[in-house]
């Protein structure tokens, strides 16, 4: 069930997709669904909380490594582009849901999938510049990586290009150094190998 409807939210869209259509295309019954989630909104956030429980414990183990403070952002914001670059559902989930504007869904997720990763990310953040607003520098990281990827078609029909790497590790470089220009973020790469 949670496939089914983790193929047609992304695809469609949560507006677009009825609960029967989920129950016929899973082979259950409708008590079934309905017995397991409560309602099609329960499996829409199901099925969010699921997709972004995967990202998340990835971005919490990269954040969570050993090293220097340096070391682990860059290790974080390396695995933060390439969880948003890779195909599949949750990119477009995502883009879904920000079009269509659910503020309790954000705030559910939000929630449920975010706050140890953001409190480890600010802590880093205020080891590195402790002069610096780290809650805004790290939600500046969230949303500069965001843009970078979400942002590649807007970039794909101008006639000039950015230069900026689509690779992990070029773009994690490019966000730290546009964000933390203090610190030498290649050097930190080639010390960290």
């Known amino acids: 069930m949670l496939e089914v409807a983790t193929g047609l939210f992304a695809r469609n869209g949560y507006a677009a997709v009825s609960i029967r259509e989920i129950a016929d295309l899973s082979g259950v019954t409708l008590s079934s669904l309905y017995h397991h989630f409560g309602d099609k909104r329960g499996l829409y956030i199901r099925v969010y909380l699921t997709e972004f429980g995967k990202s998340s414990a990835r971005l919490e183990g990269a954040i969570g490594l050993n090293g220097t403070p340096e070391a682990?952002?860059?290790?974080?914001?390396?695995?933060l582009c390439r969880v948003l670059s890779e195909p599949g559902p949750l990119f477009r989930l995502a883009a879904r849901h920000w079009l269509e504007g659910d503020a309790d869904v954000v705030r559910q997720l939000a929630q449920a999938t975010v706050p140890e990763q953001y409190r480890r990310v600010r802590e880093v953040i205020e080891r590195i510049a402790p002069q610096r607003n780290?809650?805004?520098?790290?939600?500046?990281?969230?949303?500069?990586?965001?843009?970078?990827?979400?942002?590649?078609?807007?970039?794909?029909?101008?006639?000039?290009?950015?230069?900026?790497?689509?690779?992990?590790?070029?773009?994690?470089?490019?966000?730290?150094?546009?964000?933390?220009?203090?610190?030498d973020w290649q050097q930190v790469r080639l010390s960290a190998k």
């Open 72 to 79: 682990r952002l860059l290790s974080f914001t390396q695995e």
């Open 134 to 183: 780290a809650t805004a520098t790290a939600l500046a990281i969230y949303a500069l990586v965001y843009g970078l990827v979400t942002l590649r078609p807007f970039e794909d029909s101008l006639p000039w290009k950015s230069g900026i790497s689509r690779s992990p590790v070029p773009m994690a470089e490019f966000a730290l150094r546009s964000l933390l220009p203090e610190v």
